[in-house]
């Protein structure tokens, strides 16, 4: 589960992580008001208005503005506020902007330069173990870096018996170049961010930029947080800070539903039990000369109230041209999934795309003779290639 | 002789009296496995399924020498389940549960990196060898008992290459689902070396999707070390990137864990890749020479 930035930062200044110090706003007025309280708190006079969007790059789409007065903070929330956001992570269309974050302003001059550097945490999946992966070369694309000058990229692995230890921050801090005070503030920061991260379950940190200040305290200028989602249980209040209005609304319902569904840009929908045969099915579709218009794993009680739903999403798609039902019956039953089909079938009334059922495994032979016997415009078929040749027949 | 499990393993079941275990341990019965009791804390004393029940996998382990584990705990305790089998010596721990955070996985990695034994999954379908024993919860009568090793990330995906390896005439010496998360116990490649060196495996399937470097290591593996025929497939060339496909693992992230990477490592270390999933079973028959 992904988190805005001022929910990402609220959680990380709750483990001792220095932050960038913000106040969200949904509207223009509660904008000047949090300017406001800001200033009155941080002494701030420049604000940093910044869209709060599930997406990276929102500086490049115009989403993160400086405003030099509280008039600024107005007439810049008032642009930002309900437009729709590109940026290089977003779709053509961008995303819906419905709250800022004003910001206090920390590139403010002083005795030092300041400097952006770049870090996150998550695991290395060779290892099985979590680590710290950070850069000198902060508040730029780290894909970029890692191309151009991979050796500015440095890795600390944390071992899970001990955690995080003393030397790894002390190293972390020597490797980023700094010294004196920073230093200090570096391994403070190293330290509790990665508190942070084992304790909340985190499957992602990506803090871009870390900002060295003019005064040399170290804080997190952004923050990308991302939960697991099989941790959530552990945590109940975070789960609460979904925002659903950043996922497609789709994937919502039909999560909501049990069905593990994404949408996609092809013409023939697909309803497949297990992640893997739902992928392989899509590949099938590619290979049968049309496209995959979705993944839809339905999970393993394809029961008809499933099997419906699943039609039903799929349909609302009018580029699709044609469905293939893929189910490997080992647990289910495959007679239950086909009277599943046929009910959701007739339930549905006005199907008029052809629909390929392929079902294999316990009572395939049954199941095939009871689609093939319902008077449905619906193909059959046991064999996979068999359903694959259907596709070609059909696209 | 096969691997991991056989028809001398006893097994016992972690969740044993929880509908999932109930369910499964009754289907696994019913194939043959020795099944000799399982654990459910609190139970101890009990008899389900004709079984004893156990309060911890130690008395479990005294009592009936117990040396395979299957574990249906739900996601909270399963990190817990699979260090208790660890500790009380089983060798061969098989874990079903789906959705255990990775934080609990990456602790339960470390404990078992000193301990004699071996975990698959977890969220896989489970261990089976025909004739001797099902450690999982595959359909059995996919299954025929013969000289095909099957390792795979996906639970139906291993059914429908079970499936096309018995269509096409040959059988199955074990069927291995190594489970799609981002941190699981057996490795694709350790799964192939286990069936590489098996004197009772003659061919291997190796069923792999996007997301993970597992499937490049287990192909270069092969390159140096392979002695028998094996037929890759990657699903998820069509899925887009930066979406997770169902597994926490399948996500395609960078240009090296693409389907079309992979398959172009597996190609170049002589294994005979598929496009299609349909063509499995053929493609094993021709390789070991089988008629279909």
Redesign the interface.
């Known amino acids: 589960m992904n988190l805005h930035e001022f929910q990402g930062k609220d959680i990380l200044a709750s483990y001792g992580v220095n932050v960038q110090k913000g106040i969200v706003a949904t509207t223009a007025d509660e904008a000047v008001e949090a300017a406001k309280k800001l200033n009155a708190e941080t002494g701030t006079e420049w604000y940093v208005v910044k869209a709060q969007i599930h997406a990276g790059g929102r500086g490049k789409g115009g989403g993160v503005k400086l405003a030099k007065s509280l008039d600024e903070v107005r007439s810049i929330s008032e642009e930002i506020l309900g437009m729709m956001l590109v940026t290089p992570q977003t779709s053509k269309e961008g995303k819906k902007v419905h709250q800022v974050m004003i910001a206090e302003d920390v590139y403010y001059p002083g005795e030092s330069e300041t400097s952006e550097i770049y870090m996150s945490v998550l695991?290395n999946?060779?290892t099985?173990?979590?680590m710290i992966m950070y850069s000198t070369e902060g508040g730029m694309d780290i894909e970029t870096v890692a191309e151009e000058t991979p050796d500015r990229i440095f890795t600390e692995e944390i071992?899970?018996?001990v955690g995080l230890q003393g030397f790894q921050a002390r190293k972390i801090a020597f490797n980023l170049g700094l010294s004196g005070k920073a230093f200090k503030e570096m391994t403070k920061f190293v330290s509790s961010l990665y508190n942070a991260y084992?304790g909340i379950?985190a499957?992602l940190f990506e803090i871009n930029p870390v900002l060295k200040t003019s005064d040399d305290k170290i804080l997190a200028v952004d923050a990308k947080v991302t939960l697991?989602d099989?941790?959530l249980?552990?945590h109940k209040d975070y789960a609460a800070l979904r925002d659903k209005r950043e996922e497609d609304p789709t994937d919502v319902e039909a999560g909501e539903a049990g069905l593990?569904f994404?949408n996609?840009d092809g013409n023939v929908g697909c309803m497949?039990?297990?992640?893997?045969?739902?992928?392989?099915t899509?590949?099938?579709?590619?290979?049968a000369g049309g496209?995959?218009a979705n993944?839809l794993?339905v999970g393993g009680t394809a029961d008809a109230a499933r099997v419906e739903k699943a039609f039903r999403i799929i349909l609302r798609d009018d580029k699709v041209q044609a469905i293939l039902v893929n189910i490997?019956?080992?647990?289910v039953r495959c007679d239950r999934v086909a009277q599943g089909i046929i009910d959701a079938y007739k339930n549905i009334e006005d199907i008029n795309i052809p629909i390929i059922v392929r079902l294999?495994?316990?009572n395939a032979v049954e199941a095939k003779k009871m689609i093939d016997e319902s008077g449905l415009k619906v193909h059959s078929a046991i064999?996979?290639?068999e359903a694959?040749d259907k596709v070609k027949e059909l696209v | 002789m096969s691997v991991l499990v056989n028809k001398d393993s006893k097994v016992i079941v972690q969740g044993f009296t929880g509908s999932e275990g109930t369910f499964h341990a009754g289907q696994m019965i019913e194939a043959g496995t020795n099944v000799v009791g399982g654990v459910t804390p609190g139970k101890g004393g009990q008899q389900h399924l004709e079984r004893p029940v156990f309060n911890t996998v130690s008395d479990a382990v005294k009592e009936t020498g117990a040396d395979v584990s299957i574990i249906f705990v739900p996601p909270a305790f399963a990190a817990d389940a699979i260090m208790e089998a660890a500790e009380a010596g089983i060798k061969v721990i098989v874990t079903i549960t789906e959705g255990i955070p990775v934080n609990d996985m990456v602790k339960v990695k470390e404990y078992l990196s000193d301990k004699d034994c071996v975990m698959v999954g977890p969220n896989c379908p489970g261990v089976m060898t025909p004739g001797g024993a099902k450690v999982g919860i595959m359909p059995a009568f996919i299954f025929n008992p013969g000289r095909i090793g099957i390792v795979s990330k996906s639970g139906t995906l291993t059914y429908e290459a079970v499936d096309q390896i018995t269509k096409a005439g040959m059988g199955q010496s074990t069927a291995i689902g190594i489970g799609g998360d981002p941190i699981i116990g057996t490795s694709m490649k350790e799964a192939v070396e286990m069936l590489m060196n098996d004197p009772e495996t003659d061919g291997i399937v190796m069923i792999g999707e996007i997301g993970g470097q597992m499937e490049a290591n287990a192909a270069r593996w092969i390159k140096e070390n392979g002695t028998k025929p094996v037929v890759g497939f990657i699903a998820g060339e069509t899925a887009p990137k930066g979406r997770t496909m169902g597994h926490a693992g399948a996500i395609v992230g960078g240009s090296e864990d693409t389907a079309q990477a992979k398959k172009a490592i597996m190609k170049e270390c002589g294994i005979n890749v598929v496009d299609s999933p349909a063509q499995i079973g053929e493609t094993m028959a021709q390789l070991v020479g089988v008629k279909a």
């Open positions: 695991l999946r060779e099985g173990r979590n071992d899970p018996k084992e379950d499957s697991d099989n941790g249980f552990r593990n994404v996609l497949v039990n297990g992640a893997g045969l739902a992928m392989a899509m590949d099938i579709i590619k290979m496209n995959p993944f794993d490997f019956g080992g647990i294999q495994g316990t064999a996979l290639q694959a």
